[in-house]
């Protein structure tokens, strides 16, 4: 049975609340947590990780990414990367970290191994949002100089095709003259649609198929969040004046709205502004998260509130909504996991390594989600593991051969028996049938005899 | 010309038909007297021309009273004449009677087309003036597939007819279907080029130039309908927004006529030698006599164009499947070879050795023809992908031929020559980008000078814009990838830093002009990277673009264009407002003087508001120039009916209601800046000296709501502060009773305004105000005045439509209880 919980963290240090979202129960709450918008992301459900900004006047680089078990409310793992970071998004799996860097270049890790396996520039400013799509192949980044850019996880790892193509990004969209405050995607790989939104009061819909501009949004107030509906009819879009615009993404085009074209209706209960958005798994419920540091659930269907969580005092930064295993009946954990948690990977690494030190791969067998599951795979060492398949790649190789003819042999020495088998069963069956006929005939002249 | 002569005609048959004759038989009897006269007199009697064989009643008939079916029989008849008037018998009746063409479209044309060949060039002229003026303007709106279709195989065969004029008619009259339907074209593009081929490689038939000419201007006409233009590609990118009305709906079938473009590319590059042969049969002309007569100037310059669109369409690849050009930037299309390997070099080569066209002692006007026909070529070469391989001596060449016209441009400004440069300003970019730097300088050198000499408003400015655009903005060119080398960063200051200069030189004449300047302002400003010096380039060009907001001179601030350009202008300027990585308080002093400007609209000031924060957020506004700039707006806005008369009662012409707006933004900004006791102590001061200023009453009203937004209760104002407002917080009092009269209406505003003092009566400004003596007596001056203040405040406890809290209720209620008892102390006090 899985929880929803709403997460919520705001830029100045006063932590990550956490609640159910069903129950309103409050959970634990993570401590010294300063995160900037975007900056909160849960890692596949087993730890929170947040960048951190804060204004310490000692060093430059003053930013950090932070981890918390879902335990423990102290920070666990402190990373230092080589500048302050302000977005950062996990993978589903949880096995890849991406940061945007005020400096513009996007940073991605490994988590398991906390590895920087690449690091490159993104942007001409600093990165304000960053998203995967929904299969994970394609990382959305939007950024203060108000374009919005598509990067194939493929094409950044493929260094052939990257010499070739010249540039990095698969698509970059220039339509917004503003800052981009949010980006999020729809369903369906690479053919989805992206909704941005930007300071110049706008939000707009591409196409990743086309790489084009579907629909320009004008709102009566900068967006600062945007949610889509799962089903894709509408998106909601948190304005500073306080308001969540709901805007149609299927409807026809509707001008007789109050607020402008596309623009359905609006749900408005905040005095300040909306800084966050998120939605439950069904779409049902609308998590806002406001300056003026309150949480608000709504329920889509009536828009009306049905829950309100209080934050802090200051504005709110990130909300999310996130699933989590239920965590009470922990009696099947093992006892040292219940005490410690499970063991949180190494700090993110400041600098990518020379290729030349991953000769040999560390196996790393990721922490899972369901500690209760057993871990059964054998344990076979790389340097075998490589020999073999090395082996494997050579067929002309002596062992290759033999294990080929002894395969060969037993398969022979199968089917002669196999054979011999049907050879007895049809013999048999032969046999079966000469009596049966020869009784069936005798029978019959018995019974003519009878008549 | 035709009619009079008939008409004589019948006037003659008439007189001879209906002579009276006088015959002179016997007496009659007189008539009787009672007898009616039944003579009818009339003046004339008109009888049409009569046919005995059909009956007309009712059916559409020509002047010549002939029904279409015996017009259209008469166009085959053996006698020109008789075809010629079957013709304008035609014209006739469709004219009449235009529902006649309707029905029988397809039964005119199909007879009609046969006289496309016709033998006899009058016959034909008008048969081209028939469809020219009444059946193609009147088929517009009917399918008109079929209706080609019948003609084309007419037409074709007319092309092939032995009779040179014929041909050239029958072009003509392809001509004529193209433009009434151009999707034709692409339909029978290949024969069309074909025999087009066969007509210009007879063309030494074609002695008379003037025929020559009319066969290109028909080729140029149909190689312009090939889908080759980039640039409108891209620009229809842009300007197509959304037009689909469900986002995830099926897309629309698009109507594609099946283009067979690979056929046309053979046939195009088939076209290509012979129409340089043609040109060149041209040079000996020219060579031999001074000054070459109009003719053939134009027919070479047909030629040029023709090849031009040619060239442009191979090159531009669209022949192929690949996808199209916008798709990918140039330098990525992996197979340059492909498409330049329809124009091998030999092909064009005899055009490039002919170039330049240079004629000794020529006259001014030849030498501008002659420049053009230069230009032209120019513009073949730079097309070409593989130019760069080409031998070096040839580019030189070109390049020279580049540089040289650019800066003759600049000596002799003429519109002509700047008029043809035009094509070639395009192609600077990707001159500069590839060839050496030595050529790269000079290029880029008399682009300058072109770009800086050219007037404010022509559509040379824009065309440099747009190069620059290119040139500036690198991702979305090749030049991200080069490490772009020092001189070309020098140039590209230098064009930058005209922008601002060159937006305020524009001033609000050419809207289109100032939206490309500041585009590329806002393009640049986003790509520029942080503190570079390329970006300390872009903060210092805000000096000279605070002229466009406004200017402060001797006698008063002089607003600068930004106010009078359209809304979608005035948001791109705002836009680039936070690119600038520092902003300086003179910048800042320009933003505001334009903010206060009565003529701008509320919706811009609540925009720049906004940017400003956004910009200030990121940093690039110090804490003090951006607070300054906000109470500074608050304290001089100037709120146009100052006194609130009654009469007026719909806010039509003021714009108290947009500074209400703009007071309640500014308050949340400034909550949102960060600690709200901080942000109030280093405030403090500078709001209370406002308010204590000389300040109108609304302005006060909006200070002292800013003031409270940022205290907290218990207050945190400083005594000598409260000592200061006490001042002339009486003054503000009674302005109000004075200024907001009693009614219902005016209920509303006028809680507005006192809400703000209520707060403040509650936290001990009544108290300091109290005890201080002056204000006392000021305080007895105005007796009456709070007696009736004290009258509202009841009032606006009991009257219904409240929306305060409760807290707030009881606030209002202890202030007003507190100055009741002083007010009735003073009373008793000094009787």
């Known amino acids: ?451 | 010309m035709v009619k009079p002569k008939s008409q004589s005609k019948k006037s003659q048959k008439r007189g001879v038909d209906f002579k009276k004759i006088r015959r002179k038989i016997g007496r009659k009897l007189p008539p009787p007297k009672n007898a009616t006269n039944t003579e009818i007199k009339s003046k004339a009697i008109v009888l049409p021309e009569q046919s005995i064989a059909s009956e007309k009643a009712g059916l559409a008939v020509s002047k010549k009273g002939l029904t279409l079916k015996e017009l259209l029989q008469q166009t085959s008849h053996h006698n020109i004449k008789v075809r010629k008037d079957a013709l304008l018998g035609i014209r006739d009746i469709l004219l009449k009677h235009p529902a006649e063409l309707k029905l029988h479209k397809l039964a005119i044309i199909e007879k009609l087309r046969e006289r496309i060949g016709d033998d006899d060039k009058l016959v034909r002229e008008t048969l081209y003036q028939l469809f020219k003026s009444v059946i193609f303007p009147g088929c517009t709106k009917d399918n008109q597939g079929p209706l080609v279709s019948l003609m084309m195989a007419y037409i074709f065969s007319a092309m092939t007819h032995l009779a040179i004029d014929v041909r050239l008619m029958a072009f003509k009259f392809f001509d004529l279907v193209v433009q009434f339907h151009p999707p034709s074209f692409s339909l029978y593009a290949e024969k069309i080029l074909q025999n087009y081929e066969d007509m210009l490689r007879k063309n030494k038939f074609l002695e008379d130039t003037s025929k020559l000419k009319n066969t290109l201007a028909g080729l140029i006409r149909c190689l312009s309908l090939l889908p080759s233009n980039e640039k409108e590609d891209h620009s229809a990118v842009k300007n197509d927004i959304p037009t689909h009305d469900i986002l995830h709906a099926f897309e629309p079938e698009v109507a594609r006529e099946p283009i067979g473009l690979t056929d046309i590319s053979k046939k195009l590059k088939d076209l290509l030698p012979i129409l340089v042969s043609c040109f060149q049969d041209f040079m000996p002309l020219v060579n031999s006599t001074p000054q070459p007569d109009l003719q053939s100037c134009d027919c070479m310059q047909f030629i040029l164009q023709s090849i031009d669109l040619i060239v442009g369409f191979l090159v531009s690849g669209i022949c192929g499947s690949e996808p199209g050009p916008q798709a990918l930037p140039p330098c990525q299309k992996r197979d340059i070879t492909a498409y330049d390997q329809f124009l091998s070099p030999m092909l064009l080569k005899k055009l490039w050795d002919v170039f330049p066209l240079n004629l000794v002692h020529l006259s001014g006007k030849d030498e501008d023809r002659i420049f053009m026909l230069n230009t032209v070529t120019a513009k073949i070469f730079l097309q070409l992908r593989n130019w760069v391989c080409s031998s070096s001596a040839l580019l030189e060449k070109f390049l020279e031929f580049v540089e040289s016209s650019l800066s003759t441009k600049i000596q002799s400004g003429k519109v002509f020559h700047e008029k043809h440069l035009l094509p070639l300003i395009p192609y600077i970019p990707k001159l500069a980008m590839q060839i050496s730097s030595d050529w790269r300088s000079r290029i880029l050198q008399a682009f300058t000078e072109v770009f800086k000499n050219s007037s404010p408003d022509s559509s040379m400015k824009l065309a440099c814009l747009s190069a620059i655009e290119e040139m500036l903005a690198p991702e979305r060119s090749w030049l991200y990838l080069h490490p772009s080398d020092p001189s070309l960063l020098d140039y590209q200051i230098a064009w930058m830093q005209d922008l601002p200069l060159l937006l305020i030189l524009l001033d609000d004449k050419n809207p289109l002009c100032s939206k490309a300047v500041l585009r590329l302002l806002l393009c640049v400003g986003q790509a520029t990277p942080v503190h570079s010096p390329f970006s300390q380039e872009f903060d210092t060009l805000q000096y000279s673009f605070g002229g466009f907001f406004s200017k402060q001179n001797e006698n008063g601030i002089c607003y600068g264009p930004f106010v009078r350009l359209a809304a979608d202008i005035q948001e791109l300027a705002i836009c680039c407002l936070y690119y600038f990585s520092f902003m300086d308080s003179q910048f800042l002093q320009s933003l505001i003087s334009c903010c206060l400007c009565d003529d701008l609209k509320p919706y811009m000031v609540l925009r720049i508001l906004e940017v400003l924060h956004s910009a200030f957020r990121a940093g690039h506004i110090q804490f003090a120039d951006y607070t300054s700039f906000l109470v500074t707006l608050l304290s001089r806005f100037h709120v146009y009916p100052v006194n609130i008369c009654p009469a007026v009662k719909d806010d039509g012409k003021s714009n108290q209601r947009t500074f209400k707006y703009v007071t309640s933004i500014v308050c949340s900004f400034l909550s949102q800046i960060g600690d709200d006791s901080l942000v109030f102590q280093m405030l403090e001061e500078m709001i209370v000296d406002q308010i204590c200023g000389e300040t109108l009453m609304d302005n006060k009203c909006a200070l002292l709501r800013l003031l409270i937004t940022l205290d907290s209760r218990p207050t945190r104002l400083t005594a000598q502060s409260i000592v200061k407002i006490s001042h002339v917080l009486a003054q503000y009092l009674t302005d109000i009773v004075s200024n907001v009269r009693q009614g219902d209406h005016e209920e509303k505003r006028r809680r507005y305004y006192l809400l703000p003092s209520f707060y403040l009566f509650s936290c001990s400004v009544l108290l300091h105000m109290y005890k201080d003596v002056k204000i006392r007596q000021i305080l007895l001056t105005c007796n009456i005045e709070i007696g009736s203040l004290l009258q509202n405040l009841l009032n606006l406890l009991s009257s219904e439509g409240t929306n305060l809290t409760l807290e707030e209720r009881h606030k209002i209620q202890t202030a007003y209880d507190q100055l009741r008892a002083i007010t009735n102390n003073d009373a008793v006090g000094c009787p």
């Open chain 1, 1 to 451: 049975m899985e929880t929803e919980v709403v997460i919520a963290s705001s830029p100045t240090d006063v932590g990550i609340s956490c609640w159910d979202l069903h129950t309103g129960e409050e959970h634990l709450r993570y401590k010294s947590c300063a995160s900037p918008s975007h900056g909160l992301t849960s890692v596949a459900g087993r730890f929170l990780a947040s960048s951190q900004i804060r204004e310490s006047k000692s060093s430059s680089s003053s930013g950090s990414i932070q981890y918390w078990s879902w335990s423990k409310p102290q920070v666990e793992v402190r990373s230092f990367p080589a500048e302050p970071i302000k977005p950062v998004v996990s993978n589903s799996q949880g096995t890849y970290i991406a940061g945007g860097g005020v400096s513009g270049d996007i940073y991605f890790w490994e988590v398991a191994t906390g590895k920087l396996l690449k690091k490159w520039h993104a942007h001409y400013r600093a990165v304000s949002c960053l998203v995967f799509n929904d299969d994970e192949s394609l990382l959305i980044s939007g950024a203060e100089d108000g374009s919005v850019r598509v990067w194939s996880l493929f094409l950044i790892f493929d260094d052939a095709r990257r010499e070739e193509m010249k540039h990095l990004f698969e698509y970059s969209f220039h339509e917004h003259s503003l800052r981009v405050t949010d980006v999020k995607t729809g369903y369906g790989g690479s053919n989805a649609i992206i909704v941005s939104a930007s300071e110049d009061r706008t939000c707009k819909v591409w196409s990743l198929s086309k790489g084009k501009i579907l629909r320009n949004v004008v709102f009566p107030s900068i967006i600062d969040a945007i949610s889509l509906d799962p089903g894709e009819h509408v998106f909601y879009a948190g304005g500073r004046d306080g308001k969540i615009y709901i805007a149609g993404l299927n409807s026809p085009v509707t001008s007789n709205s109050n607020y402008g074209l596309h623009i359905i209706g609006a749900l408005s209960e905040h005095s300040k502004g909306v800084t966050c958005l998120a939605s439950s798994a069904d779409g049902f419920l609308l998590v806002s998260g406001s300056e003026d540091g309150m949480i608000r659930v709504w329920d889509t269907r009536t828009r009306n509130i049905i829950r309100v969580f209080r934050h802090t005092k200051g504005p709110v930064s990130n909300v999310l909504v996130i699933r989590q295993p239920k965590r009470t009946s922990s009696t099947s954990l093992a006892p040292a996991v219940r005490r410690h948690g499970l063991p949180l990977p190494p700090p993110l690494e400041k600098f990518a390594n020379n290729p030349d030190e991953n000769a040999y791969v560390k196996v790393l067998i990721g922490p899972q989600t369901l500690p209760n599951q057993l871990l059964d795979s054998p344990y076979i060492s790389v340097q075998t593991m490589e020999a073999q398949i090395k082996e494997l790649q050579q067929q002309g190789s002596s062992a290759a051969a033999e294990v080929d003819v002894e395969r060969l042999k037993s398969e022979q020495v199968r089917s002669v028996q196999m054979i011999q088998q049907w050879k007895k069963m049809y013999e048999n069956l032969h046999q079966f049938c000469v009596s049966e006929l020869l009784e069936g005939s005798h029978t019959e002249s018995a019974s003519g005899q009878n008549l």
